[in-house]
């Protein structure tokens, strides 16, 4: 049980140094980001905290919360990545017009 509990957290803080010195985030998804990892974390030391906040939603244990969340969570960000990918077609496609049409008018 220590072991998992270690190898959880040397991956969790190996995962937040990445993100929290990166240049690619905004603030406000480093923040999100943190205290996201720090909730994770808390819950590793201290898995008692999360059977007992399931509960309080009527949750049977704390594993289920943490999957439940989970899955919402990546959900979200399957959504916004998707909007972003027809973002950056859409894009593409413009940029692709309009040196289709500068290429045509220079060909005349």
Same mark, same amino acid.
């Given at each position: 049980?220590?072991?998992?509990?270690?190898? !959880?957290?040397?991956?969790?803080?190996?995962?937040?140094?990445?993100?929290?010195?990166?240049?690619?985030?905004?603030?406000?998804?480093?923040?999100?980001?943190?205290?996201?990892?720090?909730? !994770?974390?808390?819950? *590793?030391?201290?898995?008692?905290?999360?059977?007992?906040?399931?509960?309080?939603?009527?949750?049977?244990?704390?594993?289920?919360?943490?999957?439940?969340?989970? *899955?919402? *969570?990546?959900? !979200? *960000?399957?959504?916004?990545?998707?909007?972003?990918?027809?973002?950056?077609?859409?894009?593409?496609?413009?940029?692709?017009?309009?040196?289709?049409?500068?290429?045509?008018?220079?060909?005349?």
């Amino acid at each position: 049980m220590i072991f998992i509990k270690i190898f !959880l957290i040397v991956v969790l803080s190996v995962v937040f140094l990445l993100v929290a010195f990166s240049s690619r985030f905004r603030t406000y998804q480093r923040m999100s980001v943190i205290f996201f990892y720090i909730f !994770l974390a808390y819950l *590793i030391l201290f898995p008692k905290v999360a059977d007992k906040v399931a509960h309080f939603f009527g949750i049977g244990r704390g594993v289920d919360l943490i999957i439940y969340l989970a *899955i919402a *969570i990546l959900s !979200l *960000i399957v959504a916004v990545l998707y909007a972003k990918v027809k973002m950056d077609e859409r894009a593409i496609t413009k940029i692709v017009r309009e040196i289709a049409i500068i290429e045509a008018k220079e060909c005349r």
